[in-house]
T-cell receptor, first 116, second 113 residues
Framework: GAGVSQSPSNKVTEKGKDVELRCDPI?????LYWYRQRLGQGLEFLIY????????KSGLPSDRFSAERTGESVSTLTIQRTQQEDSAVYLC??????????????FGPGTRLTVT | AQSVTQLDSQVPVFEEAPVELRCNYS??????LFWYVQYPNQGLQLLLK??????LVKGINGFEAEFNKSQTSFHLRKPSVHISDTAEYFC???????????FGRGTSLIVHP
């Protein structure tokens, strides 16, 4: 079946502009995660959605970052007033819950964001 | 809070040689353990996982890992590597009861001909 998809694959933006990154999870996966991966670094957790519960936003680095998810489908990560330190690959992952394998995540290919 | 340490940022090795990528974690509760691989210009994919039961787990592409509770380690091994194994490898830990895993910084495996 289809995997996790993300768009755009690459985004170049000027400092101060807003950007929106999109993630389409695997159908039926109730959990969705956003991560940031800076060059040469590990994955930095940003936000977690589980079904219709309130999201866990504990990893968002500043109030310029926000994310939404419509039910158990697509999610959008928005970065306002982008800064050069926001340049990174933004990864989305989805995960089944309940009877599936707990906590295994399926990752999208990522969006490479470059802020000039 | 949990943490994950991958001591080696880079591991160079010759083709057909064995390799071990180290992962240590700290947690005050029981954990689930994962290894993910990221090939160049691709997303992460799961190599193997430890949930419970046998401490030796086998994954895809001939990789295996052993959970050692006393040493809080989950090292990844392969007896004979191929050029195609060149990739970034990430260890991840999820505490039981938490849905948010912690990832290590990654180890770059570089296989030379």
């Amino acid at each position: 079946g289809a995997g996790v998809s993300q768009s755009p694959s690459n985004k170049v933006t000027e400092k101060g502009k807003d950007v929106e990154l999109r993630c389409d999870p695997i159908s039926g996966h109730t959990a969705l995660y956003w991560y940031r991966q800076r060059l040469g670094q590990g994955l930095e957790f940003l936000i977690y959605f589980q079904g219709n519960s309130a999201p866990d936003k504990s990893g968002l680095p500043s109030d310029r970052f926000s994310a939404e998810r419509t039910g158990e489908s697509v999610s959008t990560l928005t970065i306002q007033r982008t800064q050069q330190e926001d340049s990174a690959v933004y990864l989305c992952a989805s995960s089944p819950s309940g009877g599936g394998v707990p906590y295994e995540q399926y990752f999208g290919p990522g969006t490479r964001l470059t802020v000039t | 809070a949990q943490s994950v340490t991958q001591l080696d940022s880079q591991v160079p090795v010759f083709e057909e040689a064995p390799v071990e990528l180290r992962c240590n974690y700290s947690s005050s509760v029981s954990v689930y353990l994962f290894w993910y691989v990221q090939y160049p210009n691709q997303g992460l994919q799961l190599l193997l996982k430890y949930l419970s039961g046998s401490t030796l787990v086998k994954g895809i592409n001939g990789f295996e890992a052993e959970f050692n509770k006393s040493q809080t380690s989950f090292h990844l091994r392969k007896p004979s590597v191929h050029i195609s194994d060149t990739a970034e490898y990430f260890c991840a830990v999820s505490e039981r009861g938490s849905y948010i895993p912690t990832f290590g910084r990654g180890t770059s495996l570089i296989v030379h001909p």
